[in-house]
C-alpha cells in the first residue's frame, strides 16, 4: 500500500549568500548583469535528506522579454526513501522581496522520481516579461516552488525505538514508568504495529492496526494486556506523522511528540575498541566479553537493550556500569549515564 504525502515546499534562496549582483550603479541602466547567481547547502522541504543547490543566470534582453537559464540540483542522502518532486514556478524577487517576475510551468511542469541515494541535475531556461535593463538588474533571488513527496506508507515499516532524552521525558509524565529503560515499535505492511516497554527488565507488548491518510496516522489497540483483554481495546488513537530514513515524530492531538530512531544492530557495530580522547577505552568482544583499559584482569561482559549497553562483572553478576547509546556509527560511540543524562561520553575508533 503506497500513499504519497504532498509536502508543500515555498524555498526561498537568498540573493545575498553565494550569488553576484551588480556593483556599478551604470550598469543598473546600461548594461543587463549576466553574472552567474548560486545558492549552495540547499534544504529542500521540510526534511533534511534532499539537498542541493540552485543556480541561475540573466542571458538577453529585448523589447519585450527577459531571457535566463537556471539549474537546479536535487541530492536524495536518504539511503532507503523515494521522493517525488513536482516544480511549478520560479519566482524573482528584489532585495526588498518584491516580485520582480514569475515564470510558471504550468504547461511544462517538471516532475521526476529521486530514488535513495541519487542525485539528479535539471536545467531549463526561463522567460520573463521584463524589458528593463534597470528592473531585470534589480533581481537578486531566486525561489523555486515546488511539492515534495515521499513513500511515508513504506518509510514507516520496520522497528523504531524510543530517543534516550525521551525515556526520561515519559518517566517524569507516567509514575509506571519510572523504571523504564526502552520502548520500541514495530510497522509491518498488513497494517499491524507492534510495541514493547521494558520496565524492570520485563517486555510489556501492545498490539495494534494502523493507516495512515495524509500525514495522519490513527492507531487501534488490539490488545493491550492479555491479563486486561478489555483495557484500552479498539481505543483509536490519532498522530501527526513525520518520517525519514532515520527518524520518526508521533504527535498527538494535545501537541506531546514521541520521537524514535530506526533501530540499527548495533551489537555489530559496536564489535572492536573504542578510544577516549585518545586513549583506549572499551574493546568489545563477538563472544559477549568486554575489555576496560586498566581492568583486563576482570571477567566483564556486555549486552545491548533497545538502546541501553550494560556491562556487567561476569565473576559475581554484578553491574558494573550502565549506559544509555545516543549515537552509534562505525567511527563515533556516544554514550550517557540513564543517571546523568546531560553529561555525554564521546567515543572515537
Known amino acids: 500500500m503506497f500513499l504519497l504525502i504532498a ?160 525515556i526520561a521525558e515519559l518517566k517524569e509524565l507516567d509514575a509506571d514508568l519510572k523504571s523504564l529503560t526502552a520502548h520500541e515499535i514495530e510497522f509491518y505492511e498488513d497494517g499491524t504495529f507492534f510495541g514493547f516497554f521494558t520496565v524492570n527488565g520485563v517486555n510489556l507488548p501492545t498490539e495494534s492496526n494502523w493507516n495512515v491518510n495524509g500525514n495522519k496516522m490513527t492507531r487501534t489497540m488490539v490488545l493491550a494486556d492479555p491479563e486486561y483483554p478489555d483495557y484500552l481495546n479498539g481505543e483509536n488513537s490519532e498522530f501527526t506523522i513525520v518520517v525519514t530514513a532515520d527518524s520518526l515524530t508521533l504527535t498527538d492531538a494535545s501537541g506531546f511528540t514521541l520521537r524514535y530512531s530506526r533501530k540499527i544492530d548495533w551489537s555489530s557495530i559496536i564489535l572492536g575498541g573504542w578510544k577516549i580522547e585518545g586513549q583506549l577505552a572499551w574493546t568489545f568482544n563477538a563472544d559477549g566479553t568486554v575489555v576496560y583499559d586498566g581492568y583486563e584482569n576482570y571477567n566483564f561482559t556486555w549486552k545491548i537493550e533497545g538502546n541501553r549497553l550494560t556491562i556487567t562483572d561476569a565473576s559475581n553478576g554484578e553491574i558494573f556500569s550502565v549506559y544509555d547509546i545516543k549515537s552509534l556509527s562505525s567511527a563515533e560511540l556516544f554514550t550517557v549515564d540513564p543517571e546523568y543524562p546531560d553529561f555525554e561520553n564521546k567515543y572515537n575508533r
Open 7 to 166: 509536502l508543500p515546499l515555498f524555498f526561498l534562496s537568498c540573493g545575498e549568500k553565494n550569488s553576484t549582483g551588480p556593483s556599478d550603479p551604470q550598469l543598473d541602466n546600461q548594461e543587463l548583469n549576466t553574472l552567474a547567481r548560486s545558492i549552495d547547502d540547499v534544504i529542500w522541504g521540510d526534511s533534511t535528506d534532499v539537498a542541493g543547490s540552485i543556480k541561475w543566470k540573466l542571458l538577453t534582453i529585448s523589447e519585450t522579454t527577459l531571457n535566463g537559464v537556471y539549474t537546479l540540483e536535487f541530492i536524495n542522502n536518504s539511503p532507503v526513501l523515494k521522493y517525488e518532486i513536482d516544480i511549478f514556478e520560479l519566482l524573482f524577487e528584489d532585495l526588498d522581496e518584491f516580485q520582480i517576475g514569475k515564470h510558471s510551468m504550468r504547461f511544462e511542469e517538471i516532475s521526476f522520481g529521486l530514488a535513495p541515494s541519487e542525485t539528479q541535475i535539471i536545467k531549463g531556461e526561463f522567460e520573463l516579461p521584463i524589458k528593463d535593463i534597470g528592473l531585470a538588474n534589480s533581481i537578486s533571488t531566486m525561489k523555486v516552488e515546488a511539492d515534495l513527496r515521499s513513500d511515508i506508507d513504506q518509510a514507516i515499516l520496520g522497528t523504531w525505538m524510543i530517543q534516550p532524552a525521551q
